[in-house]
């Protein structure tokens, strides 16, 4: 049995909180709605941290993806869960400013999709950074006009909410 901090905030589109459901359940067929953060780290070069997920992720393993993305916990907020699984995927933290909220929905082939209100953080970070291996298999440090150029010519190696957000930070 699933302990009560292991299930997502399903939502609606307002954002309004209508119970909590397993993390299974929320991504399996269309999914249910629920909440979720992206997090953008960038360092003092104008370079964006990104994550190649681990190939042991049920949706997109081993896609390119933001820093760090997750869900916030029964009772956490937005801000806090981002905090919390900064450190658990990255090993470190750093201040986070909070930068959009929006709902997408992509479909991973027949194994589940994504259907979220996602809130977009941002923050600055120049150390060191040890990866969960759990979550990610590779990171770097890249350009942001190397990284839109990378997204252009091979966009079947990125996260559909990587490339969503992607536009969401060039139109701020």
Same mark, same amino acid.
């Given at each position: 049995?699933?302990?009560?901090?292991?299930?997502?905030?399903?939502?609606?589109?307002?954002?309004?909180?209508?119970?909590?459901?397993?993390?299974?359940?929320?991504?399996?067929?269309?999914?249910?709605?629920?909440?979720?953060?992206?997090?953008?780290?960038?360092?003092?070069?104008?370079?964006?941290?990104?994550?190649?997920?681990?190939?042991? *992720?049920? +949706?997109?393993?081993?896609?390119? &993806?933001?820093?760090?993305? @997750? =869900?916030?916990?029964?009772? !956490?907020?937005?801000?806090?869960?981002?905090?919390?699984?900064?450190?658990?995927?990255?090993?470190?933290?750093?201040?986070? *400013?909070? +930068?959009?909220?929006?709902?997408? &929905?992509?479909?991973?082939? @027949? =194994?589940?999709?994504?259907? !979220?209100?996602?809130?977009?953080?941002?923050?600055?970070?120049?150390?060191?950074?040890?990866?969960?291996?759990?979550?990610?298999?590779?990171?770097?440090?890249?350009?942001?006009?190397?990284?839109?150029?990378?997204?252009?010519?091979?966009?079947?190696?990125?996260?559909?909410?990587?490339?969503?957000?992607?536009?969401?930070?060039?139109?701020?």
């Amino acid at each position: 049995m699933k302990k009560k901090s292991d299930l997502l905030i399903l939502v609606d589109e307002k954002d309004n909180i209508l119970g909590y459901e397993t993390k299974e359940k929320c991504h399996e067929g269309s999914g249910l709605l629920h909440r979720a953060f992206s997090i953008f780290i960038f360092n003092d070069k104008d370079e964006l941290f990104i994550q190649k997920r681990s190939k042991a *992720k049920l +949706l997109w393993p081993r896609y390119w &993806s933001n820093t760090c993305c @997750s =869900h916030p916990r029964i009772g !956490e907020s937005y801000i806090h869960g981002a905090n919390r699984r900064l450190v658990e995927e990255c090993g470190f933290e750093t201040e986070l *400013k909070y +930068l959009s909220k929006f709902h997408y &929905s992509a479909d991973y082939y @027949s =194994h589940g999709s994504e259907n !979220e209100i996602c809130t977009i953080f941002s923050g600055k970070y120049n150390g060191d950074v040890q990866i969960n291996p759990l979550e990610m298999e590779d990171f770097k440090w890249i350009n942001l006009g190397v990284l839109h150029d990378q997204v252009k010519s091979s966009p079947g190696i990125f996260t559909p909410w990587f490339k969503l957000e992607l536009n969401i930070l060039n139109n701020l």
